[in-house]
C-alpha cells in the first residue's frame, strides 16, 4: 500500500522539522514555514488561497514580546521566514517592501500545488502542531492562544469543515497539541479523520523520538499491556489506540488527564506537561519504571 502524503496545515514552523524526520521527501507547502492561526488557515481554505495575498496595506509588523523580532502578520498568519532581516536579525531590513510581490508569487505556487494534493484522491495526512515553545508569544492572552492555536474539539470541527467546504478528499488530520486536556475531549469524537497525540511543549527542533513516535507500529501487542490502574487506583492509563494511551491521576475533583505514553521504535515513552518533558519508560510485571528510579505498580 501507498503510503499517505504529508503535508502541513500549520499552526507553527516547527511542523516542518517534524515532516522532515518522517519523510524527507515530503513537498513544501504554503504554511511549513510560517506561524498561522486557526482563523487564517480557515480564511485560506475557504477562500481558495486568495487571503494569503498581500500588499503593503495590509502587511503589518509584528514583533514577538520577549526578543523583539520581527516579521510580518498578515490577517493571523505570520510570514516569519520570508522577509529579510537586517544586521541584528532582529529588525526587518530596510525595503522589506520591495519583497512582496515576490512572496505573493511564491505563496500563490504553493497554494496551487496544495490545492492539487488536497483535492486528489490518493490518501493524505495534514498535519497541525502548537506546541513549538515560543509559540505563545503570538497571543497576547492565554484566552487568545486557546482561539488561535487551541487544539482540541472546536479546532478539530472547525478545520475539518473548512477542508470539506474546500473539497479535501481522502485526508486524515494529526493534531500534535501542548495541552494534554485538548487530546482529552477529542477522545469521545472517535472520528478516523483524527489522530490526536499529546507531546506537550517542546524545542523547535525536537528529539527524533517526537517524529519517530509518529509511526506506526508495527509490534503484535501494542500499547495495550500497559493499560489498567497503578498505585490503588492514583494514576490510571487507558489505551486510545494500537499505540497511544492517555494517563489520568486522580485528583480531589476525580480522575483529570495526567500525560500520555507512546511507542517510539516499539519501546514506551511517556510524556507530560511542560517543554521536552518526554521520558523512556519500562514496563516490566506490572510494574512501570521511569529513569529517576521511580515505579508505578499495578493495582
Known amino acids: 500500500m501507498t503510503p499517505p502524503t504529508l503535508l502541513s496545515l500549520g499552526h507553527s514552523c516547527q511542523t516542518r522539522f517534524i515532516l522532515d524526520a518522517l519523510d524527507g521527501a515530503s513537498r513544501r507547502m504554503p504554511f511549513d514555514f510560517n506561524i498561522t492561526t486557526r482563523p487564517a488557515l480557515i ?3 475557504d477562500s481558495g488561497g486568495r487571503s494569503l495575498h498581500h500588499d503593503e496595506d495590509s502587511a503589518k509588523i509584528f514583533a514577538m514580546p520577549l526578543d523583539g523580532r520581527e516579521g510580518i502578520e498578515v490577517g493571523g498568519l505570520f510570514y516569519w521566514h520570508d522577509y529579510p532581516l537586517g544586521p541584528d536579525k532582529l529588525r526587518l531590513a530596510d525595503g522589506w517592501q520591495r ?23 490518493a490518501p493524505k495526512t495534514v498535519l497541525l502542531s502548537n506546541s513549538q515553545h515560543n509559540l505563545a508569544q503570538f497571543a497576547a492572552t492565554e484566552a487568545d492562544f ?3 492555536f487551541g487544539l482540541g474539539r472546536k479546532a478539530f470541527e472547525e478545520i475539518a469543515g473548512a477542508l470539506d467546504r474546500f473539497g479535501a478528499k481522502n485526508y486524515r488530520l ?19 479523520r483524527l489522530d490526536h497525540r499529546f507531546v506537550g511543549i517542546l524545542s523547535l527542533r525536537p528529539d527524533r523520538r517526537v517524529a519517530a ?7 503484535a501487542t501494542g500499547i495495550a499491556p500497559l493499560a489498567g490502574a497503578y498505585d490503588n487506583g492514583l494514576r490510571q492509563i487507558r489505551a486510545l489506540s494500537h499505540d497511544c494511551a492517555i494517563i489520568h491521576q486522580r485528583t480531589d475533583e476525580g480522575l483529570r488527564p495526567f500525560g500520555s505514553i507512546g511507542l517510539v521504535d516499539g519501546a514506551p515513552v511517556a510524556w507530560f506537561q511542560g517543554r521536552d518533558q518526554f521520558k523512556d519508560i519500562s514496563h516490566l510485571e506490572g510494574e ?7 515505579i ?3 493495582d
Open 174 to 192: 494529526l493534531f500534535l497539541t501542548r495541552e494534554i486536556a485538548d487530546l482529552a475531549e477529542t477522545i469521545a469524537l472517535d472520528d478516523p
Open 146 to 148: 486557546a482561539e488561535d
Open 296 to 298: 508505578w505498580r499495578r
Open 99 to 121: 519583497e512582496i510581490d515576490r512572496v505573493n508569487e511564491k505563496y500563490a505556487a504553493l497554494w496551487t500545488r496544495l490545492a492539487q494534493l488536497l483535492r486528489a484522491d
Open 213 to 219: 513516535s509518529l509511526k506506526a507500529d508495527e509490534s
Open 43 to 45: 480564511a485560506a481554505l
Open 288 to 294: 512501570i519504571r521511569f529513569p529517576d528510579g521511580s
